[in-house]
């Protein structure tokens, strides 16, 4: 994909045409196995089409709803009934009238279960990565940022200063470094520290106390983004509570799009002037429509479930999930990046036989996410398998099963051409 995204010529109406004529190519020979639809939502099992409009049916690994909440009876009834009584708009930003009671109860809500201060909601989790940094950090201060944070996060630090200084993953070591060559010149300008606490491709988790403490060290401020661990690990509050972290992080920033059933974002801070700077400084705060009352009524009855025996329950079966797909995968010879979490990655390696696999899991009957570069390092290309707490045992089984038998064809596949193209030459 990446061979795409720099085209030149002065009519920019064909610069898609390359990328479509490649996307075709692969498309037409059942290789593409991106944006496609559910049918009925995202259920464990579901009905979706690919983007011919094939049908495929099978068990679905490929969404984020890791606490199965998207489906709830009373997150379904909230959402009506919200509907009936605030309509289905909030019609303006947050800076002007487009706040309503629930935003208002939703970001005291999220800043209390965090033990912060204060929290200011966004339209989206891309949004809140994006607006905290583009927010906060002007042209002369510095980014010092895990090498592999999210890409709301990256395009967040390109659009507020050309200062990024970018560690090695999860090496807080190499962190330090970066802050000391940057504080041996410059004591005069902010520096954001930038991670994740659970890493979306890789599964893997910062030492976060070792982080913000070199922080303090070097006057810089840490923010981690949340997303995936946020409602899913531990008590509910991930990393940052098992790390026992809890308000003692700078920034949290976090999406309610993985675990808590709707769109939105937040970030959430330790005083109100911070919250209000974000408000009248991010752009996808300030110049974007908040969160609609049904988003954020359905939100908050999330936070309800997660924070009550009915969350642990929840938390305690997808664990149990997490840790059966991964024996199983071990048991039939597939490896995985990382670790226990909602994210599971199946190993494939080459992009070849990963989109060999890629045609046949539709078929056998698994939605599973394929990621390759840019997304990941080249020859590390892998299947996202998303958990979710409803996934049966059943399911787990078929969908490892199917997984292997892809796998086993792909690769004698990959056997075959190997020895034909050898035979011609
Ligand atoms: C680490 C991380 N941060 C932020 C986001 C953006 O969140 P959303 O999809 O809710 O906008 C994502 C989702 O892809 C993510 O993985």
Redesign the pocket.
């Known amino acids: 994909m990446r061979d795409f995204r720099v085209q030149s010529g002065a009519d920019l109406l064909q610069r898609g045409d390359k990328f479509f004529h490649w996307q075709n190519t692969r498309r037409e020979n059942g290789l593409w196995p991106f944006s496609r639809s559910t049918q009925a939502g995202p259920g464990t099992v579901c009905d979706a089409a690919d983007d011919r409009g094939n049908p495929i049916h099978g068990v679905n690994f490929a969404s984020?709803d890791y606490l199965s909440l998207s489906a709830h009876p009373v997150m379904r009834a909230v959402a009506i009934e919200t509907i009936r009584s605030h309509g289905v708009h909030s019609a303006g930003s947050s800076a002007l009238v487009g706040n309503t009671n629930l935003s208002v109860e939703l970001e005291r809500r999220i800043a209390d279960y965090l033990q912060m201060e204060e929290a200011i909601l966004y339209p989206?989790?891309?949004?809140?990565?994006y607006g905290i940094i583009r927010g906060l950090v002007r042209s002369a201060d510095h980014i010092v940022m895990d090498q592999l944070?999210?890409?709301?996060?990256q395009e967040g630090a390109n659009a507020a200063t050309r200062n990024i200084h970018q560690f090695r993953h999860l090496d807080v070591e190499h962190c330090r470094r970066k802050l000391a060559g940057i504080r041996a010149s410059d004591t005069e300008n902010g520096i954001l520290v930038v991670t994740?606490g659970?890493?979306?491709m890789d599964s893997d988790t910062p030492n976060i106390a070792a982080l913000q403490e070199v922080c303090h060290e070097y006057g810089a401020t840490l923010v981690v983004?949340v997303?995936?661990d946020f409602g899913a690990l531990g008590d509910g509050r991930g990393h940052i509570g098992l790390q026992a972290m809890l308000g003692r992080v700078d920034l949290v920033?976090?999406?309610?799009?993985?675990t808590f059933g709707s769109?939105?974002?937040f970030v959430a801070c330790h005083s109100r002037a911070i919250k209000e700077y974000l408000r009248f400084y991010s752009p996808s705060a300030t110049f974007s429509n908040a969160l609609s009352p049904m988003q954020a009524a359905v939100v908050l009855k999330a936070l309800d479930i997660v924070d009550s025996a009915e969350g642990v329950e929840l938390r305690a079966k997808l664990l149990h999930n997490v840790n059966l797909l991964r024996s199983t995968l071990t048991a039939n010879g597939l490896e995985y990046y990382g670790d226990p979490s909602a994210i599971v990655a199946v190993k494939m390696g080459t992009e070849g036989l990963a989109r060999l696999v890629s045609r046949r899991l539709p078929v056998l009957g698994l939605l599973s996410n394929l990621v390759e570069y840019p997304a990941v390092a080249k020859g590390a290309a892998r299947f996202r398998m998303q958990v979710m707490a409803g996934h049966t045992e059943d399911n787990i089984v078929r969908a490892v099963a199917i997984m292997k038998q892809a796998v086993t064809e792909a690769r004698a596949e990959l056997e075959q051409v190997g020895e034909t193209r050898a035979a011609a030459a």
């Not at 989206?124 to 990565?129: E, L, R, S």
Request: some cysteine; aromatic content about 10%; charged content about 10%.
């Open positions: 984020q989206t989790g891309w949004a809140a990565g944070s999210h890409v709301c996060l994740e659970l890493f979306s983004d997303a995936h920033m976090g999406s309610f799009s993985k769109n939105g974002g």
